[in-house]
């Protein structure tokens, strides 16, 4: 069975702070992966892939460790409006996603 | 990206009723799928739509229950049959326009509710 795994939080953080959310996924053959984020009662949007290399998008920085199976990101000087749930998604081939339960996160004044 | 409409926003249903969500998108897409999402709960995948041909259900999920049609690539809809409160979700359409490796993205969501 495929699963993803994150930490449900919530991660309750004041404005400017950094925050990290990470992922495990267990099919080793997945083959690409990113991270969506989700408002209240809205539709999940990309907020980026994820590569090998690793990847940053201004203060968002995601990692990825096939070997461990481990994606992670980071928010550097979070804003208010950076408050959602972030999804860790998993392709494992033919666009079949493997959605994890979301990390939420609340950032305050 | 694509531009993704979702139809209708939201609805309340009466039971053993059945309600047909469409969901429309401003270019040719490869792949659509449908999904539903549970209160507190994450995506999961009902089906994906296939152009010309039927659907391919996941592990749960039924045509009888989740009649879909595509018949074509900007569009395809989504039918929830004989409605019960187990139905109240959020259900969404996905599509994918280049490889399959390519992230998805996702219409507005309906979000029905059965009395």
């Known amino acids: 069975r495929k699963e993803v795994e994150q930490d449900p939080g919530p991660f309750n953080v004041p404005e400017g702070a950094t925050v990290a959310f990470n992922c495990t996924y267990s099919?080793?053959?997945?083959?690409?992966f990113f991270w969506y984020r989700q408002d209240c009662r809205k539709e999940p949007k990309l907020l980026m892939s994820?590569?090998?290399s690793g990847n940053e998008d201004g203060r968002f920085t995601a990692q990825l460790n096939r070997a461990s199976q481990y994606i992670s990101l980071l928010i550097r000087d979070s804003k208010l409006s950076d408050s959602a749930t972030y999804l860790c998604?998993?392709?494992?081939?033919?666009?079949?996603?493997?959605f994890g339960k979301g990390t939420m996160l609340l950032v305050s004044p | 990206s694509a531009v993704i409409s979702q139809k209708p926003s939201r609805d309340i249903c009466q039971r053993g009723t059945s309600l047909t969500i469409q969901c429309q998108v401003d270019?040719?897409?490869?792949?659509m799928f449908w999904y539903r999402q549970q209160p507190g709960q994450s995506l999961t995948l009902i089906a994906t739509?296939?152009?010309?041909?039927?659907?391919?259900?996941e592990s749960g999920f039924v045509i009888d229950k989740f009649p879909i049609s595509r018949p074509n690539l900007t569009f395809s809809t989504l039918t929830v049959s004989n409605l019960s409160p187990e139905d109240s979700s959020i259900y969404l359409c996905?599509?994918?326009?280049?490889?399959?490796?390519?992230?998805?993205?996702f219409g507005d969501g309906t979000r029905l509710s059965i009395l």
């Open positions: 998604v998993v392709n494992e081939g033919y666009s079949t996603l493997t």
């Open positions: 099919n080793s053959a997945s083959q690409s």
């Open positions: 996905s599509v994918v326009a280049g490889a399959s490796n390519q992230p998805q993205h």
């Open positions: 270019s040719q897409v490869t792949m």
């Open positions: 994820v590569y090998s």
């Open positions: 739509a296939n152009q010309g041909s039927e659907a391919t259900y």
